[in-house]
């Protein structure tokens, strides 16, 4: 069991940023809730809205929280869009945000409030344990209706995958389709003018040549999801964020110890190559290459004039 949830990956949507500057909203409200119907702290309960003399130091505490909540988000999201964050890691991160929390708690009562008659440890105590329930309630409705919405958000995946699979062949390979999580078609493109796809949260910016000019379009799908069905395609994962197209690559520089892919394309920025997908990527490289010398082979060979 300890294993099971130690290598258990959150759902995505729990990560996504909106849910989780969407999660610091819903605490404050419900807290606020919670605060107007009880009063959790019995001798140190200064935290109030009922209290006019405690009023403006209630809410210079609920700032210094929100405050942190934003910031402790902020630095969530931006660590796992290096990493996958496991469900214990999830976990120790919310407690750990209580845990402060309680400690700003601490010192404002400390500070503020005089005189007062319990123990640091003894306020400590009993802040983490109101805290506790406070946003235990809202993190456990917010992890629920994220798993509900990864649930639901595979079912859609498996539909659209099946969809896929009951695709007829169509006469123009180099032609791909690209659908949306509900397996509605989006965008019909040729290969060929493919550049790269950057994955943003829940979505992928594809990046595409029409008529000479740069041009993009956001596709609201996973990047796995993209990145599977354009498996016989030249392109290929090169990084966590990026996948690039290996026929419009110009070449790749290293910088140290980082790679980056150059496009045929001057406007477009240097593509980071991650260490992890660096293998991937010369193998794609090297199969487009041995694809395009049979197709030319097999080309010289049916146009070789007949001998008299």
Known sequence: MTKLYKNYDIPKFLLDRRYLLGSVVFILTFSILFMLIYTPFSMTA?????????????????LVAVAFLFISKLAIYAIQSRRNLTFIQYVLWVIAEIIIISLFYTYF???????????????????????LLIMVIPYTIITLYAAYKAKNEELQMLQYELALANEPSVAYPSLVNLYDYNGTLKLTINSDSLYYMESQDNYVKIYYENQGKLQSYMLRCRTKTIEE??????????????????????????????????????SIKPIPVSKSYFKNLIEKIDSCNAAILAKRQKTGDTTEPVSE
């Open 46 to 62: 200064w935290f109030s809205f009922k209290n006019a003399e405690h009023l403006g130091m209630t809410i210079a505490f609920y």
């Open 109 to 131: 009562t400390y500070v503020f409030i005089t005189p007062i008659e319990d123990n640091m440890w003894h306020i400590l105590f009993k802040a983490f344990g109101c805290i």
């Open 229 to 266: 069905s354009l498996a016989d395609t030249s392109m290929v994962r090169c990084h966590r964020s990026y996948m690039v197209n290996v026929v419009n690559i110009n070449h790749i520089r290293k910088e140290g110890k980082a790679r980056y892919i150059v496009l045929t394309n001057n």
